[in-house]
């Protein structure tokens, strides 16, 4: 083993590690799910959120076999891939429909506390996330999944 591939690998286990971190804010169980190099893959990168959640680091990560790969091993869960290219911001890439679905609760939200701060029926402080890191996994999952038309690929 080189060096170089010891300090790749620890860079991205940092990335699995900031990501999960991360994502404590909104499902407070994440965590990274240590797998041994060249073992049979037992879980996502990061587990304990309704999503399939590959990462992905380097100076070129390759972002379609990621994608081949999530497609491939998920157990049912939506998957998203979180990649960061050396020197750049983090991202995240996800099935277009299932980022369509969250957009368009996020529309509705912001219309519905429009509206009940119009009618003065609600306080703004009291939707200021007092649920944050408390969702129910299964109940989210299957929101994700309802209505999805799409074949599951890519």
């Not at 699995?16 to 799910?33: K, Q, S, V």
């Not at 157990?75 to 750049?88: F, K, M, S, T, V």
């Not at 957009?103 to 003065?120: F, G, S, T």
């Amino acid at each position: 083993m080189t060096m170089k591939g010891n300090k790749n690998r620890q860079r991205g286990n940092t990335f699995m590690n900031y990501i999960a971190r991360e994502l404590r804010d909104i499902w407070f169980m994440a965590r990274r799910n240590f797998q041994e190099r060249g073992a049979i893959k037992d879980g996502a990168d990061v587990e304990e959120t309704p999503y399939w959640l590959e990462c992905k680091y380097g100076k070129r990560p390759n972002l379609l076999a990621a994608i081949r790969q999530s497609v491939a091993e998920t157990d049912g869960r939506p998957i998203l891939i979180a990649y960061r290219q050396e020197g750049n911001a983090a991202y995240i890439i996800q099935p277009f429909r299932h980022w369509k679905k969250l957009a368009n609760k996020a529309v509705l939200y912001d219309r519905v506390r429009a509206v009940l701060q119009e009618e003065e029926i609600i306080d703004v402080g009291m939707l200021e996330e007092p649920w944050v890191g408390r969702l129910d996994y299964e109940k989210a999952l299957k929101e994700s999944e309802e209505g999805c038309d799409e074949p599951s690929g890519p």
